[in-house]
């Protein structure tokens, strides 16, 4: 939580001595609270002092970073309630549930680790398994354990279990690969900070509503553990909303350490649509990680889509840069398309451009982001802004031909723009990007 | 530091509109919190959820869901009635898309006995909306909305190019309506205040944020909605107070993730499932954000989504 100048004021020694450099020790103050000064500055600040500010400076919810490498996840970290506020900072993590009794356990880690699917240019996926130990034998667990990690070796792994016996057998597999332990319980707390101290394991802390969970991990961080996720024990959709709003409410305005850490979700069901439709609401009301019993394809990509969309930054829409794009192996006399630099635009158009085997040319214009009708609306794509791009964009001197494809949504222009680009011909293509590949592929055979 | 509940203090607090007559009536909005935030102020009605139906066979619509209605739908009434008999539709959301000039160009007297039929056929309340043409809209609505008098719909939608004629239209026959601006803050407060303006009381207003799909600027309609809910219950901003509607099914039936079929797009699974869950998951995130009114398509979705309302109130 950022502290006022004021507030750190009080902590100071408020001699005046002057040491650090400024006048006061409350101009000193301000410009701690500016983030322009660090406190080593003052040689008589007290410990107190250094102990308050060191948490006040501290992320209000911390990070956690589950599994390694460059495909580890990290999570936490937020600072905000609402992503009109501010962009929401590191999306959640998604994490298949696979039981140590099922028959099919290579298999279901088999489809995290192909679980990749490319929106919008970005490269996503389920990045975690859970593990259960739901046979209560160590053996087992510990197996399961080892043919989940190798038959997906990118996936970060929460070992979900209690029994210290069980997280014994199975960690060594899980050497230097932070796995996730889930987790402490009041009843077992000591035995599973000493488990995950000693393996450098992150701990989900579990119990039943948000007294009990935060007097858990209040004692579980004054024994300096501070790598904890949040279990609250909600699994019912109501639940979920209103524990996981107040836990991150009581982290970022009420600067409450104890639940100061990102939420873990489990959002099982056995129906799949239900179970999308409950994970939905994890992802939008601030889980940090939520599992999953299936991860189905279908519902995959659907919660996928969420995250993503929900984790965009509000006041800057995802763009790409103003480019004529070569679209297969283009020729000089492929078709020229033309559209705007919304990356859900751009994306959309190309991969139906890409779908339709014609090779083409994608002129893509700068209209700050916005897609083909807002552009429109906005003033961004007129028919004089298009001509004078496609005037200095060099195209002219690539291709053999002076034909220019224009989305279907903005046909009004075509007169417009036969106008401002003299010997053009313009063609008003398709409405929807979907009918590109029939539209293209009928051009090419007309030709 | 022992957990104390972080409540908020709210200043104001949503409408409560009404819509249909007799005991079928269905009440929307007045929740005096945020989304399902019952700890801290009251959530007097569930969201609710209307099936869409349309004048005219919807040849457009997704193979998928055109299979579901394909035994009733060239009949707008049974079309209407399997929806409250066989689906337990709370409500009817009746799109006179056959109305608009590139289409059927249907006259707004077809639309006038369109709207009689629907409504002899059924007793749950009826959402009336036109074809999103204007011009059109203005003659269509008026006589949709004669045909309707004493029925207490919900007319829609008002919008800045057309809200004088939709307004006086609804006002004369006493129905609840739709305002709908394009996707901000300012515009919907804006045209809120235009509307009662007029003479047309605010607490029987509608807000309609303008929804659009997952993956297709859902992030846009989440935002402005959590902003307007935020204007409502924090500045208790009685201009942004009306209850929410998001038309869900005619934004999600269109974009290619419920349409695609799996030989080509081999890692999105199963058409029909994806499309279900894609229009699932986009009502899930209005939910989220304040909706009170969700107008859908697919029964499969609709029957997920009426189970997490029951479950979130
Ligand atoms: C999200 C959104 C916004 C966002 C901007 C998002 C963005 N980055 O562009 C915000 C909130 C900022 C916004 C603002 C405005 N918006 Co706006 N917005 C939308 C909304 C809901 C979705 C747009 C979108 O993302 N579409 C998805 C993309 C992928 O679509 P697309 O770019 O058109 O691409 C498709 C096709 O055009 C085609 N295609 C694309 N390129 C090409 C190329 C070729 C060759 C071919 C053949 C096809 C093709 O393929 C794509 C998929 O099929 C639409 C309504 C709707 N549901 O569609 C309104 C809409 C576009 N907005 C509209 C308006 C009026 C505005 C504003 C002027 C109003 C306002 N609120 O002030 C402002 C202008 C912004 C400004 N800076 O001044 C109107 C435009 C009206 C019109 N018919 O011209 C719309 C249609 C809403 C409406 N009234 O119905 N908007
Ligand atoms: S050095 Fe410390 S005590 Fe001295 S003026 Fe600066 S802040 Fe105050």
Known sequence: MALSGVEIFKHLPKTNCKKCGHPTCLAFAMKLAAKQATLDACPDASEEAKAFLG?????????????????????????????????????????????????????????????????????????LIAVENASGDAGKFADAVKKAASAAPNAGVILVSSSKAALEAALPALAGKKPLIDGATAENADDMVALAKANGASLAVRADGLDAL?????????????????????????????????????????????????????????????????????????????????????????????RQNLYTDPQVPMQVSQNVYKVGDASANAPLLITTNFSLTYFIVLGEVENSKVPSWLAVMETEGLSVLTAWAAGKFTAAKIAQYIQESGVESRISHKELIIPGYVAVLSGALEDKLPGWKITVGPREANALPAFLKNKTAAA | MAFVVPKETYNGKVYEVEIGTGPRAVKIGGEATLPFLAFEGAVPNKPVIAYEIQDVPP??????????????????????????????????????????????????????????????????????????????????????????????CLIGKAQEANYKTVVASAMASGHKLIAMSDLDVNLAKQLNILITQMGFDKDKIVTDPMSSALGYGIEYTYSVMERIRSAALFQNDQTMAPPMVNDVGMYVWKVKETMAPEADQPAWGPVADRGIGWEATTAMGFLMAGSDLLIMRHPKAVETVRKMIDELV
């Open chain 1, 55 to 127: 948490a006040a400076s501290e992320p209000p919810i911390k990070g956690i970073t589950i599994g390694a490498g460059d495909k580890a996840l990290k999570v936490g970290e937020e600072t905000v309630l609402f992503r009109h506020e501010k962009k929401f900072v590191n999306p959640c993590g998604f994490a298949l549930l696979i039981k140590d009794t099922d028959a099919d356990i290579e298999a279901k880690a088999k489809a995290v680790a192909d679980s990749e699917i490319e929106r919008v240019g970005q490269k996503l996926r389920v990045e």
């Open chain 1, 214 to 306: 935060s007097a858990l991990t209040e004692k579980i961080t004054a024994g300096g553990f501070k790598d904890i996720v949040l279990d609250s024990g909600a699994r019912k959709p109501k639940d979920m909303i209103e524990q996981y709003t107040q836990i991150r409410r009581a982290a970022l305005k009420k600067g409450m350490k104890a639940l100061g850490f990102p939420i873990i979700s489990f959002a099982v069901n056995s129906d799949p649509f239900v179970e999308q439709a409950l994970a939905s609401v994890a992802v939008a009301k601030y889980a940090s990680v939520v599992v999953l019993s299936d991860i189905s394809k279908w519902k995959t990509l659907g919660l996928i889509a969420l």
């Open chain 2, 59 to 152: 040849e457009d619509w997704p193979q998928t869901i055109q299979e579901v209605y394909k035994d009733v739908s060239s009949d707008p009434a049974k079309w209407a009635k399997y929806c409250q008999d066989e689906l337990g539709a709370q409500m009817i959301a009746l799109r006179l898309i056959g109305t608009h000039p590139d289409r059927q160009n249907r006259s707004a007297e077809d639309a006038a006995k369109t709207v009689k039929d629907v409504l002899s056929a059924i007793d749950v309340p009826l959402i009336i909306m036109g074809s999103n043409n204007a011009e059109k809209d203005a003659q269509v609505l008026k006589s949709a909305c004669d045909a309707a008098s004493g029925k207490n």
